[in-house]
């Protein structure tokens, strides 16, 4: 599985609707496993971001095809990082030579 990264600002639609946001997470984390996915974790957050979440994709695509479907909601624009272990890491490292 592939771990992401999203960094989340919720737009004017979603602070609108702050309150739902535990339910929305909820609904989020249902539709990332539907795509064979998993959040595995979520952060509110002070500072630049308001939500931080984690997930496993099995592919980028079907991360992508999840972010696309979450955009779409119209609550939230995200950032999101490819994120690597360090096992994975150190096979990139042996790859580069």
Known sequence: MATFIVLVNWTE???RDYK???SR???VSDA???LGGRIRDTFW???PYDIVGIGDFPDDETATAFLLWLGSLGNVRTTTLRAFT???M???ISKAG
Request: proline share 0%.
């Open 13 to 15: 639609q979603g602070i």
């Open 20 to 22: 739902d946001t535990i």
């Open 25 to 27: 997470t909820k609904a």
């Open 32 to 34: 990332a496993e539907r």
């Open 45 to 47: 957050t002070v500072g």
């Open 86 to 88: 360090a096992e994975q």
């Open 90 to 92: 150190a096979a990139i």
